[in-house]
């Protein structure tokens, strides 16, 4: 484990980490901005609960009244998931929430920095931030991919959402020398669907080779985190085309409104809920839920 002046390790974190038994990081913006109250509470529960039935700790990083905290108990995440005006950190303001004592979730960036700064090395979220549709024109390309570049932490996600232009995040992402390992998959998952038209850059099927390869990866001097991509089980999916028409209808309202910066993530996965009458919800609670029992098993092999 590893202890720093600004970090809080909840203790039964501290605990695993000091015994070195498997810990996994979960962020929190999903929690701040990702999901309306309560389905995000009921979410964060039950995805702390498979990371329990799986044999390892859960560890939700937020910054609460200017703490960066890694793990909370059950009433402070509740408190979290209810609080107005939650930033959003990522890389560029976790630090500003520290240093103006607020709170906010974390972003797969700054939770990412987090994880290690505690000692953590496998994190499991739902999709990370990408290149965003258009950004050729707005410039807009999420933090995460940086951060996956220079932090060594394995981030299981159902890879990019589908909101993203996969294909452009997936360039950038081989440019910056992350490795993209889909799951049991020849192609790259698409967040709510499990298929995606681009091919997986790297596949592995058991979370023990997983393990192995960010283990070698380390041995050689190689920094950097890897993004695993796991599908949401089929019966949970809603396929890519059925989703093409919701997203393109969400992006340009979105378009339209002058949306831009930190409000697009949230905008666009706030109105496809709308969209589907809730079904992106479910599918977005069960690929996060399948995550973490992917995360924890890597985990566990590490
Ligand atoms: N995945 C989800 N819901 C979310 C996010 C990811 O299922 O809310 C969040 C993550 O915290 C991710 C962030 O890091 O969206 C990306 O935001 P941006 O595109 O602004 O970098
Ligand atoms: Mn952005």
Do not use: C, Y
Request: proline content about 5%; charged content about 20%.
């Amino acid at each position: 484990m590893n202890t720093h002046p600004l970090l809080d390790i909840h203790p039964e974190v501290a605990e695993a980490l000091s015994a070195g038994r498997p810990v996994v990081a979960l962020e929190s913006t999903i929690i701040t901005h990702g999901m309306p109250w309560p389905d995000n509470d009921a979410m964060a529960q039950a995805v702390e609960s498979v990371i329990r039935e799986e044999g390892a700790v859960p560890a939700t990083i937020a910054v609460i009244d200017g703490r960066l905290r890694v793990g909370l108990s059950d009433e402070e995440r509740r408190e979290l998931a209810q609080t107005q005006g939650a930033l959003k950190l990522s890389r560029a303001d976790l630090a500003f929430a520290i240093s103006e004592r607020r709170s906010g979730g974390t972003t797969v960036a700054a939770t990412m920095i987090g994880a290690q700064m505690a000692g953590i090395s496998v994190f499991a979220t739902g999709g990370i931030g990408g290149v965003h549709k258009g950004a050729e024109t707005s410039f807009d390309i999420s933090a995460d991919l940086d951060e996956l570049a220079r932090t060594a932490v394995i981030v299981v996600s159902a890879g990019a959402k589908a909101i993203l232009d996969i294909e452009k995040t997936l360039e950038v992402l081989e440019t910056r020398g992350v490795p993209v390992v889909t799951f049991g998959s020849d192609v790259m998952p698409a967040f709510w669907s499990r298929a995606s038209r681009h091919p997986a850059p790297l596949r592995l099927d058991t979370a023990e080779a997983i393990a192995r390869f960010h283990k070698t990866r380390g041995d050689m001097g190689i920094a950097g985190g890897m993004l695993v991509a796991n599908p949401v089980p089929e019966n949970e999916e809603i396929p890519a085309d059925e989703m093409a028409g919701f997203i393109a209808a969400a992006q340009e309202e979105a378009t339209r409104q002058g949306v831009t910066g930190k409000a697009v993530t949230p905008f666009l996965l706030a109105r496809i809920v709308e969209l589907t009458g809730g079904r992106s919800l479910a599918t977005n609670i069960a690929l996060v839920k399948n995550n973490a029992r992917l995360a924890a098993r890597i985990a566990r092999a590490l």
